[in-house]
């Protein structure tokens, strides 16, 4: 890759960076006019994938600085390059867990996956979560990534 194309790309990453930054803070930061201490639960949901997409922007252009500065074919760009593939896999799988357990009736809901573990935690939103709910969520997660439900911790937000 021409060092034109690097910079053009580096740019436009730093350029989504600023973006998730300014939507951070637009959505947390103009509270002003609001009198209340407790968050809702649309905000957390809300909040929570902002901010797990800025952590993983930063971490894919952390990994693409070191792709960029290694050569190719070294050890140190290797396991970077295999860390941003197993962070864009897994960002993957949450965003389409989440879609499909949206899909079953709950009203929002975050998937949050450990790249070192195959634990995955379940957040969703439910005033009352029932057996057979917890059973959804495990048989969407048994059936699209092989988890186990000793793996699972569902949290439920009312």
Do not use: H, W
């Amino acid at each position: 890759m021409s060092k034109k194309k690097k910079i053009v790309v580096l740019s436009c990453m730093i350029a989504l960076l600023a973006v998730t930054a300014v939507f951070n803070f637009l959505l947390t930061g103009n509270t002003a006019n609001v009198q209340t201490s407790i968050t809702s639960d649309v905000d957390y949901f809300t909040e929570y994938r902002t901010e797990r997409t800025s952590k993983r922007n930063e971490e894919i252009l952390q990994l693409d600085s070191i792709l960029t500065a290694a050569e190719s074919g070294s050890t140190e760009y290797s396991a970077a390059l295999a860390m941003k593939m197993e962070l864009t896999e897994m960002t993957e799988k949450e965003m389409m867990l989440e879609y499909l357990i949206k899909a079953y009736g709950f009203e929002d809901v975050v998937v949050v996956m450990n790249i070192n573990s195959d634990s995955v935690n379940v957040i969703a939103k439910s005033t009352d979560l029932t057996t057979d709910d917890a059973i959804i969520i495990y048989t969407i997660l048994q059936e699209e990534n092989a988890i186990s439900p000793e793996n699972v911790k569902i949290i439920p937000i009312s």
